[in-house]
């Protein structure tokens, strides 16, 4: 997958949770996944994990999504 044409990326994961609404799903043959979070620091980051490894396989392209913990 390529995302910009440059990088290979299947899954953008961000805590943007207005990016889902500003771009063109349809564009980027990728999936965004956000993560629900009221901070960027790594300790609520990790928080995640066990609620994306769980719907990782689910996920698919040109979706966006919101994982919470």
């Excluded at 994961?13 to 500003?22: E, P």
């Excluded at 999936?31 to 990782?56: D, G, K, M, Q, Y």
């Amino acid at each position: 997958m390529r995302f910009c044409c440059e990088n290979n990326f299947d899954i953008l994961l961000t805590i943007d949770k207005n990016l889902m609404h500003q771009q063109n799903m349809d564009k980027y043959p990728l999936t965004i996944v956000v993560l629900n979070c009221v901070t960027s620091t790594v300790a609520e980051l990790i928080l995640f994990i066990p609620s994306l490894n769980h719907r990782i396989i689910l996920l698919e392209k040109h979706q966006a999504y919101i994982i919470d913990k």
